[in-house]
């Protein structure tokens, strides 16, 4: 069964990405269920995937058990042919354009202007759980994840209001969040942390053999001025090129 959770809170790093949270409640049917989560982008990281159940009830507790969860990435090749193709089919749309109606032609030309900025971050990710269950029921699901995208980010700003006589001024403060994935993000509970990620990218398998090391030696490197975040973030990358 496929659903959709809503984002009910989204932490943004500073640095670009985050962490995804995300609830919903579910029915249970008896013996196996199996989810399929949509709309999880490929830039998250299958080694932060985390799936609760929230029992509605105390004697759920031993009805509902949470079974395998299956979490993958799409093949980056493949990926990356399928969005050149998209590209390619955008562009001999617009030459034609002009022979569409106005209407459809600034349809057709918002449609075209996304494709030309997908890439491989905006496709969809594999995020599969079961529940084995005794009995009929609900159950709320919350699922979280981590987002290793550098087009979603937050900055400050500030905002200088000088009085007419010079003598005093106003200054406010503002925190812009930008969000360039292919992904939206409405009515959620917004969370501001400090963290970078990575300069380099973490997947090393699309590099020839002899520079799989060197790259990822690089990404080990990004991580020297964040100490505290490094051991853990360390044993993820190491888990991505198995």
Do not use: H
């Not at 964040?226 to 190491?238: A, S």
């Amino acid at each position: 069964m496929i659903i959709d959770p809503r984002v009910k809170k989204l932490i943004i790093f500073n640095g670009g990405g985050g962490i995804v949270e995300r609830e919903m409640k579910v029915s249970i049917q008896q013996g196996t269920n199996d989810f399929q989560l949509a709309n999880v982008p490929a830039s998250f990281d299958p080694n932060s995937a985390n799936v609760e159940l929230k029992f509605l009830k105390s004697e759920d507790l031993n009805a509902f058990t949470l079974q395998q969860t299956i979490v993958s990435l799409p093949d980056w090749s493949n990926s990356n042919k399928i969005i050149e193709k998209e590209k390619s089919a955008a562009n001999s749309i617009i030459s034609y354009s002009i022979d569409f109606t106005r209407e459809m032609r600034e349809k057709i030309s918002t449609i075209c202007e996304s494709s030309s900025y997908r890439n491989y971050e905006d496709m969809n990710g594999v995020f599969n759980f079961i529940v084995d269950a005794k009995r009929e029921g609900e159950v709320i699901v919350k699922i979280k994840y981590f987002v290793n995208d550098l087009r979603i980010k937050w900055e400050t700003t500030l905002q200088v209001s000088i009085d007419k006589s010079n003598e005093s001024a106003e200054i406010e403060g503002f925190i812009v969040v930008e969000n360039l994935t292919g992904f939206s993000y409405e009515n959620v509970e917004l969370g501001f942390a400090i963290f970078n990620l990575p300069i380099k990218p973490v997947r090393t398998d699309y590099y020839p053999d002899d520079q799989k090391q060197a790259v990822y030696e690089e990404t080990e490197q990004a991580y020297e001025p964040y100490q505290e975040q490094k051991i853990k973030r360390t044993q993820r990358l190491k888990n991505l090129m198995l």
